[in-house]
C-alpha cells in the first residue's frame, strides 16, 4: 500500500490563524490530498485504466488523481466548481508551461473550471470512465448536487462506462469520525446541512440510482491518515472544508484547539498522527 505519512510543512497561516483560500489550498495539495492514493490506485487496477482510458474526473481537486491516471497514459479532464485556488495547482501539475511531460501529455490533460457539462464537445470524444472521487456519508447533505451532477456528464460517456463514487466507511472502522464530530459540536446550532453523521450503507447506491446510472459492484479500501504531528494534522484537516461551518459557528483559533485536543488520542510516541480508515467505492454503469 502507498505510504500516506506525509512530511511537515510550515504553516502558512501565521501566528493569526485566518482562512486564506490559496494556503488552504496548498494544505489540501502538500497533506491532505494524498490521503486517498491507495483508494485511487485500487479503482484503477480494478477497472485497467491505461492508454485506450478517457477518464472524466468531477472534483478534481489539485489533480492527484488525474495526474495518476495520466502516468498510466489515460486521456484525463477534470471539473472544479468549488474551488479555483486548487484547479490553480491543477494546471501547474497537468499543464505546465515546460517540457516536462512533452506534447502528448498536454495535448491529453483538459481542466474545466464551471459546470460538469462544459467537460464536453462536438468534437470531444466519449469518456470512459468517470470518477467523483470526494467521499460522501460524513456530513448531511455532502451528497447533495452529485446526483445531477452524475445525471449531467452520463450523456458524455460511452455506454456502458463505469461511474465510480466514493464514501467513508462505517464509523466504527474509520478513527477519523471521532474527530470529524468535532464539526457538528461546534457548528451547533447549525446542525443541519453541515452536520457530521455516519456514512450509512446505501449511500452509493442512491447516489447512483438517482443519477439513473446501474450498480455493478463496489469495494473497501484502506486509506490512513498520517501525518507528522498535530499542526500538520490541523491544516490538513481544515483543508478539507469540513470544518468550515464550525469555523463560522465559532471562530478559527477555538476551531483549531478543539480539533487539536481530538487528535492528541491519535498521536503516537514519535509525535505523529496515525488514523486507519476504510472508504468504500461503488463502481456504477451508464445505461
Same mark, same amino acid.
Given at each position: 500500500m502507498?505510504?500516506t ?8 497561516? #501565521?501566528?493569526?490563524?485566518? /482562512? &486564506?483560500?490559496?494556503? !488552504?489550498a496548498?494544505?489540501?495539495? %502538500?497533506i491532505?490530498?494524498?490521503? $486517498? @492514493?491507495p483508494?485511487?490506485?485500487?479503482v ?28 498510466r497514459?489515460a ?8 474551488c ?14 515546460t ?7 498536454? #495535448?491529453?490533460?483538459?481542466? /474545466? &473550471?464551471g459546470s460538469? !457539462?462544459?467537460?464536453?464537445?462536438? %468534437?470531444?470524444?466519449?469518456?470512459? $470512465? @468517470? ?5 460522501i ?16 456528464v452520463t450523456?458524455l460517456?460511452?455506454?456502458?462506462a ?13 478513527a477519523?469520525s ?11 446550532p ?10 450509512l450503507?446505501?449511500?452509493l447506491?442512491?447516489?447512483?440510482? !438517482?443519477?439513473?446510472?446501474r450498480p455493478d ?20 484537516l ?7 461551518a ?11 484547539k478543539?480539533?487539536?485536543?481530538a487528535?492528541h488520542p ?22
Amino acid at each position: 500500500m502507498t505510504p500516506t505519512l506525509v512530511r511537515q510543512h510550515l504553516s502558512h497561516t #501565521g501566528a493569526t490563524p485566518r /482562512v &486564506d483560500p490559496s494556503a !488552504r489550498a496548498r494544505d489540501w495539495s %502538500e497533506i491532505q490530498e494524498r490521503m $486517498l @492514493v491507495p483508494l485511487y490506485e485500487a479503482v484503477y487496477e480494478r477497472l485497467e485504466v491505461g492508454p485506450g482510458t478517457r477518464l472524466l474526473g468531477l472534483g478534481c481537486g489539485s489533480g492527484l488523481a488525474l495526474l495518476m491516471a495520466a502516468s498510466r497514459g489515460a486521456a484525463v479532464a477534470g471539473v472544479e466548481s468549488d474551488c479555483p485556488e486548487r484547479l490553480t495547482l491543477a494546471r501547474q501539475r497537468l499543464l505546465p508551461e515546460t517540457e516536462t511531460w512533452g506534447t502528448r501529455a498536454r #495535448g491529453d490533460v483538459r481542466l /474545466v &473550471d464551471g459546470s460538469p !457539462r462544459d467537460a464536453g464537445g462536438a %468534437e470531444t470524444p466519449a469518456y470512459t $470512465l @468517470v470518477t467523483a472521487f470526494e467521499p460522501i456519508g460524513c456530513l448531511a447533505g455532502d451528497s447533495e448536487g452529485l446526483g445531477e451532477a452524475l445525471a449531467a456528464v452520463t450523456p458524455l460517456a460511452e455506454r456502458g462506462a463505469p461511474v465510480v463514487l466514493a464514501g467513508w466507511g462505517p464509523p466504527e472502522r474509520c478513527a477519523t469520525s471521532s474527530v470529524l464530530r468535532v464539526a457538528t459540536k461546534l457548528a451547533d446550532p447549525l446542525r443541519s446541512t453541515g452536520s457530521w453523521r455516519p456514512a450509512l450503507r446505501d449511500d452509493l447506491e442512491e447516489v447512483a440510482q !438517482r443519477a439513473g446510472l446501474r450498480p455493478d459492484g463496489s469495494g473497501r479500501v484502506a486509506c490512513p491518515f498520517g501525518y507528522a504531528d498535530v499542526d500538520s494534522a490541523v491544516r490538513g484537516l481544515l483543508s478539507t472544508g469540513l470544518f468550515d461551518a464550525a469555523i463560522r459557528a465559532t471562530d478559527q483559533v477555538q476551531v483549531d484547539k478543539e480539533l487539536a485536543e481530538a487528535l492528541h488520542p491519535h498521536q503516537r510516541r514519535d509525535g505523529t498522527v496515525w488514523m486507519p480508515n476504510v472508504f468504500r467505492y461503488l463502481i456504477a454503469r451508464v445505461p
